[in-house]
């Protein structure tokens, strides 16, 4: 699957997004943080997942969704716009 | 049945020129509209711009879908919204909210609901960029965007 | 310290122009602007033309009472109303009210006070006059315009 | 002192404003809507004072305000601007 990073998580992970094919004991959202986080120094933000924020197929998921299925996971932190 | 538009743009927008398209002739039974503009401020003059990431195609996908929302919850013949993203210079509009209606209260309420979720809702994400040179940071989210959701669920 | 202004004209107004003398370079503080544009109604296409008298003199004194008062009870930076009078065609601009903050809810609030207060205070008074040529008449006041104004005091 | 009327008031009494100096004993708006009754017929209206709305000098007014030192007094319906 696609993963794509936005703002100082693209800036802290050094990649604008990514494909990984995550272990079958990944099944939500709140699973792959964990699995991120141990990918290394540029992933150790994900260890500190309660200040991110996700999307599947571009609409906002909680932590518990299931990832099956999804083509596009973008992990950010919480939006400034407006 | 609303009219919804929603731009997601690096260029300026115009104020009168959407609200041309959302009165006049045309729309003779619209009697209020109510226009939101926010704009990038210096924060004292600390600030020599201001730099918007955003995430294409969420981002259009999700103000549609606060917009419909909105279009649900007030009877309205037209809302509008437009978001730029880029480096926006001290002064400049950074976002446009317009909503026409019968009746000034269904505007004014729909042009603040849009507002307060696509400040925490939106995908997209302000750096500064300070005017001494120093390298400057991503803003942080505000409790008090949070707490403005409030007002529309409880 | 807001700056208010108050005009009273048969002229339309234009927003953007109004806009600009509110934010840009020179108001780098101002984080948001709201508008609210009054339209006339055709009444689902019953109206040719609707009427406004006004008293001249109250007219203006008393709308920017109500501006001096809002920016009492918010943080504003500029404050602006401008009413029309004398005959206007269904889709014609009739009132624009434009408030400038360092933030939205003050802006939004402001604006939407003026609005509530102006109905029932400013000394206007429509006369609608019908397509078929019959003599029409002066719209009676609405209790819902009473009522909005209980929000702000209670 | 000076009469002002507007609207339908105006319309009714058939004149935009009028001089008139009111017995001594009209102290207050309601007195004055009072003694306007009694003129004759384009001030009938003025018998239903509860409909009407007024302002001293240019600024609105109740009907137990003293009307002793007003300049002028403009007599009107409910507004309908905006």
């Known amino acids: 699957m696609k993963l794509v990073y936005f703002a100082w998580v693209r800036e802290?992970?050094?990649?604008?997004?990514?494909?990984?094919?995550?272990?079958?004991?990944?099944a939500t959202i709140a699973d792959l943080m964990e699995h991120l986080g141990e990918r290394g120094d540029n992933y150790a933000l994900f260890k500190n997942a309660s200040q991110?924020?996700?999307?599947?197929?571009?609409?906002?998921?909680?932590?518990?969704?299931?990832?099956?299925?999804?083509?596009?996971?973008?992990?950010?932190?919480?939006?400034?716009?407006? | 049945?609303?009219?919804?538009?929603?731009?997601?743009?690096?260029?300026?927008?115009?104020?009168?020129?959407?609200?041309e398209t959302m009165t006049g002739d045309a729309h003779a039974n619209v009697g209020a509209l109510v226009t939101f503009?926010?704009?990038?401020?210096?924060?004292?003059?600390?600030?020599?711009?201001?730099?918007?990431?955003?995430?294409?195609?969420m981002a259009e996908a999700e103000i549609a879908r606060i917009c419909k929302e909105a279009a649900e919850r007030w009877p309205l013949d037209a809302l509008t919204?437009?978001?730029?993203?880029?480096?926006?210079?001290?002064?400049?509009?950074?976002?446009?909210?317009?909503?026409?209606?019968?009746?000034r209260r269904a505007a004014f309420e729909a042009a603040e609901f849009v507002m307060d979720f696509l400040k925490?809702?939106?995908?997209?994400?302000?750096?500064?960029?300070?005017?001494?040179?120093?390298?400057?940071?991503?803003?942080d989210a505000k409790e008090t965007d949070d707490a403005a959701l409030s007002r529309w669920t409880s």
Chains 1, 4 share one sequence.
């Open chain 1, 52 to 82: 991110l924020r996700a999307a599947i197929d571009q609409e906002h998921v909680d932590p518990a969704t299931p990832i099956a299925g999804a083509r596009e996971i973008a992990i950010f932190p919480p939006m400034t716009g407006g």
């Open chain 1, 12 to 26: 802290q992970v050094g990649v604008a997004e990514e494909e990984i094919t995550p272990p079958a004991t990944v």
């Open chain 2, 37 to 57: 503009t926010g704009y990038c401020r210096d924060e004292d003059g600390r600030l020599s711009a201001l730099e918007l990431d955003h995430y294409p195609g």
């Open chain 2, 81 to 103: 919204a437009i978001h730029r993203h880029g480096k926006l210079q001290p002064g400049a509009p950074i976002v446009l909210v317009a909503a026409s209606s019968r009746h």
């Open chain 2, 120 to 139: 925490t809702r939106a995908p997209f994400w302000k750096k500064e960029h300070p005017k001494d040179g120093t390298p400057g940071g991503w803003v």
């Open chain 2, 1 to 19: 049945m609303t009219s919804i538009t929603v731009r997601i743009q690096n260029e300026p927008f115009d104020i009168n020129a959407e609200a």
